[in-house]
């Protein structure tokens, strides 16, 4: 009896199939004839917002200009006078990549160890986490101007600011960077690590995994995509910080701590006549940015892959 009704409900099922199938079809058909109204106000407003400025930004690299209907063509002259006038676009540059190296360690390492904590089951573990990503939504030049104070409050009691060295200035910086950002990256940490099943970490320990082995060996290589998506993150938005600097340190002292994002506000609008020279290091800083965050994803992948 009950094959009976197998074979009669198949039978049913196969019946019905073509109306099932010629509906997919009429569905696939009605998303073609409407997806270019549901596309192109998107595309349009792309286009407008962001590739054709793109494009003119291009243009007026080579070009010395005072406004965008006002311009000149001057060929690589622009990107000459980046390294021939003066060695502010270098040393910003030097000054962004040591900042940008000590932050991104610094903050994975620290997020991450949080994250472990975090998911042992310590009471008050969702309040905790509140409060560490809080300093995320605020705003960079809100968060600058108020560390500013509170950093040179307890700087004056030894009788400098974050502007009388550099390396004050920097280590500001990177207190900044790791205060804004630890608290994001936990919590992606967090994601990656509740995903690990307890039973295969459960199970190297029972066969003898020591606490180090276990972070090397199954825990580091099963999060290794919420490493790569942190470690995107933390270099490039250490790489483009720019409100930050602005209100902690402006550049201070002597330009000495100006990062590359500043140092083009600067020369942009600082400087008169100088406009295409700061459009000209902003196309630069966009394919240096361009070139390191695609290199650390092919690179950060490729070990996903192995592991």
């Known amino acids: 009896m009950m094959l009976v009704l197998i074979v009669g409900e198949v039978k049913r099922c196969k019946s019905h199939s073509p109306t099932i199938f010629s509906g997919g079809k009429h569905m696939q058909k009605t998303l073609k004839k409407y997806f270019p109204i549901f596309v192109i106000p ?29 311009s000149t063509w001057v060929g690589l002259d622009n990107y000459i006078k980046i390294f021939t006038i003066n060695n502010d676009f270098i040393n910003a540059l030097w000054f962004t990549v040591k900042f940008t190296f000590v932050s991104v360690i610094t903050v ?11 998911t ?15 300093p995320n939504l605020i705003g960079g030049i809100v968060l ?46 967090i994601a990656g690590l509740q995903n690990i099943s307890e039973d295969l970490l459960e199970a190297a320990s029972i066969d003898g995994a020591s606490s180090w082995q276990l972070l090397r060996k199954i825990t580091l290589p099963l999060i290794a995509s919420s490493i790569t998506i942190c470690t995107f993150l933390t270099l490039s938005n250490s790489f483009k910080l720019f409100d930050q ?39 630069i800083f966009f394919i240096l940015v361009g070139l390191i965050a695609y290199v650390q994803l092919r690179v950060s992948r490729s070990r996903e892959v192995e592991s």
């Open 120 to 134: 042992r089951g310590i009471k008050g573990t969702n309040l905790f986490r509140t409060i560490f990503f809080m």
């Open 245 to 283: 600097n602005l209100a902690l340190t402006g550049g201070a002292p002597q330009r000495q701590t100006t990062m590359l994002a500043l140092d083009i506000y600067d020369t942009f609008y600082g400087r008169t006549g100088y406009q295409g020279v700061g459009q000209a290091k902003a196309v």
């Open 108 to 118: 994975n390492v620290i997020a991450f160890i949080l994250a472990k904590l975090l």
């Open 42 to 70: 998107t595309l349009l407003a792309f286009t407008i917002a962001f590739i054709i400025p793109f494009i003119m930004g291009v243009y007026l690299s080579f070009a010395k200009f005072t406004t965008v209907t006002n």
């Open 144 to 189: 600058g101007y108020i560390w500013q104070i509170l950093i040179n409050g307890i700087l004056l009691n030894f009788g400098v600011t974050l502007t009388f060295d550099p390396k004050y200035g920097f280590w500001g910086l990177v207190f900044l960077m790791n205060w804004q950002m630890i608290g994001y990256m936990m919590v992606i940490y």
